[in-house]
Nanobody, 126 residues
Framework: VQLQASGGGSVQAGGSLRLSCAAS????????VGWFRQAPGEERTFVAG????????RLADSVEGRFTISRDNAKNMVYLQMNSLVPDDTAVYYC????????????????????WGQGTQVTVSS
């Protein structure tokens, strides 16, 4: 499966963005999908993840209450709605996927994800 992230941009603090992750090559419904981010000079960290069925989601503590992850398997898409953005959210955001037999499992570690899209830059100014 190939993944492509889009929707990044520059916003002021308090603003919103919606990132999209489009899959091609295989049906996305077989994959757990996660969003990770990497700021300059820092390690890549988990942001959000969603199970194959969409019934289970996980969010990093730093984005809980501000970000929402969702998916539309019919469209082979996963979304990350980001509200109340703060400068610390500035990073390159990556979507990633891995296959799973479970319809409810969500992985939060990058090592578990086998497929990665290119990143999309999110810049939040104060």
């Amino acid at each position: 499966v190939q993944l492509q992230a889009s929707g990044g941009g520059s916003v002021q603090a308090g603003g919103s963005l919606r990132l999209s992750c489009a899959a091609s090559g295989r049906s996305l419904e077989s994959f757990v999908v996660g969003w990770f981010r990497q700021a300059p000079g820092e390690e890549r960290t988990f942001v959000a993840g969603i199970s194959r069925s969409g019934s289970n989601t996980r969010l990093a503590d730093s984005v809980e209450g501000r970000f929402t992850i969702s998916r539309d398997n019919a469209k082979n898409m996963v979304y990350l709605q980001m509200n109340s953005l703060v400068p610390d959210d500035t990073a390159v955001y990556y979507c990633a996927g891995h296959s799973s037999f479970s319809t409810r499992h969500v992985s939060t570690t990058s090592e578990r994800y086998a497929y990665w899209g290119q990143g999309t830059q999110v810049t939040v100014s104060s």
